[in-house]
């Protein structure tokens, strides 16, 4: 069964614009059902088939007139936690953009809110603001009234801090607009929508964030250190030399006997990627990616095409915390490679060869440890990158002969974890 991000408890709203969306109504996926919908022809939102990305749906508002009216949705006073996936259009002070307005106990989620060029939410009395910003993004408001509240784009904090009393949920409620008017309208691209009835813990909300950038196509945009980004080093999937390397120590005798020992119980791989330089873009990919990570100080994921794949594969450890592992065997020789970097939503469990579901265990994509007490042998399925850096603080020299149609050669190699 495939994880979805309603598998985490609470959530009372969840709209996808790749499901149920029309101009006159979207439905709603929780188990709530509110009805989000618009009577009046003329301040109906378009559905755009092939507006994310030129390849998936998305709710398009004009920042005129459009808005959904929201009924259905009421709940008592309590903490939530607000997930949208956006491609705001329109950066300016007034009017005001706002993601979602509810009347009862005045909530505000805004892409624009009170100052010029700042987003943030209202509980009632006062903002709370962030740098908001145009561009596809996952924004997070999480309110918390032990905590205080904290808004995230892309899982990066932005604004934290200010406190919050519960509020309720009711009354008008308006999707991209004010609640008492065709008013405050956001302008841009809604392309998915969630609530919850509780402030989500850290855990929770990186696994939703996660979840909605692998199905957006957004994970590039996540924060550089959060466990579900996927930034990869843009090569083609042939034409490069790669392979695992080792540090061994040989003690030679006089005799000709040797005493070998390995100097790390790990494997590293190195890299040599053979980049092809077809136009003026594909370099400045390269550039992009490399400056990005300034040589070798940051770390990235890299697919070895020759072995990222895994089925049916024993994992190690004990109680509930197991480790993803690949079995390599040669005769009686076998080396268990720990699986650091599993692929987001490639892992499938297997108790005793039944699949798992996937709502009843965790995966740390940072470590490769899934939290989960088996009844029986625990196997499984599953993609895995390396975590590399650049072996070069310098690309002058595999530039140096740069023309279009050459051939760029990058070293990488795999960093211990």
């Known amino acids: 069964m495939s994880w979805d991000i309603d598998d985490i408890a609470g959530q009372i709203l969840w709209l996808d614009a790749r499901t149920g969306a029309t101009s006159a109504a979207w439905a709603d996926q ?4 509110a009805t989000v919908a618009q009577s009046t022809a003329a301040n109906r939102p378009t559905v755009v088939s092939d507006g994310w990305f030129d390849t998936m749906p998305v709710v398009q508002f004009d ?4 808005f959904f009216s929201v009924t259905g949705l009421s709940h008592a006073a309590s903490d939530y936690t607000f997930f949208v996936v956006s491609n705001p259009s329109l950066l300016m002070e007034r009017p005001y953009q706002y993601y979602i307005d509810i009347q009862t106990g005045r909530l505000i989620f805004a892409h624009v809110g009170k100052h010029d060029g700042a987003g943030g939410f209202y509980n ?10 145009t561009g596809p993004q996952i924004v997070t408001m999480r309110l918390d009234s032990t905590n205080g509240a904290s808004i995230y784009r892309n ?3 932005m604004v934290s801090g200010k406190s919050y009393t519960q509020l309720a949920i009711g009354g ?4 991209g607009s004010f609640n008492a008017s065709a008013g405050s309208l956001f302008q841009g691209d809604i392309a998915a929508l969630a609530i919850y009835d509780t402030a989500l813990s850290d855990d929770d909300m990186r696994l939703i964030v996660g979840k909605l950038a692998s199905d957006w196509q957004l994970s590039e945009y996540l924060a550089a250190d959060h466990p579900f980004t996927s930034a990869r080093f843009p090569i083609p999937e042939w034409g490069s030399a790669f392979g695992p390397t080792y540090q061994s120590m040989i003690d030679s005798m006089a005799s000709g006997y040797e005493h070998r020992e390995a100097v790390y119980s790990t494997i590293e791989r190195a890299f040599d990627c053979r980049f092809e330089v077809q136009s003026m873009d594909d370099l400045q990919e390269l550039l992009a990616f490399f400056m990005a990570h300034m040589g070798r100080a940051y770390t990235f994921r890299h697919r070895d095409w020759s072995d990222y794949t895994a089925e049916y594969e024993l994992l190690t450890g004990s109680g509930s915390a197991w480790q993803l592992t690949k079995q390599y065997t040669a005769g009686n020789l076998t080396y268990n490679r720990p699986i650091k970097r599993p692929v987001p939503w490639s892992v499938t469990l297997y108790d005793d060869g039944v699949v798992v579901d996937d709502a009843n265990y965790t995966i740390d994509y940072t470590t490769g440890i899934v939290t989960y007490a088996p009844m029986g ?8 990158d390396c975590l590399c850096r650049f072996d070069t603080d310098d690309l002058s020299q595999a530039l140096s002969e740069y023309n279009l149609g050459s051939t760029v050669t990058v070293p990488l190699l795999e960093v211990a974890q």
Do not use: P, Q, R, V
């Open 172 to 175: 008008t409620i308006n999707l």
């Open 63 to 66: 920042g005129t007139n459009d």
């Open 377 to 384: 042998t625990l196997t499984a399925d599953f993609e895995f």
């Open 155 to 157: 899982g990066e904090l």
């Open 30 to 33: 929780s188990a709530t059902g």
């Open 124 to 133: 009632g009395s006062l903002w709370m603001d962030y740098a908001a910003d």
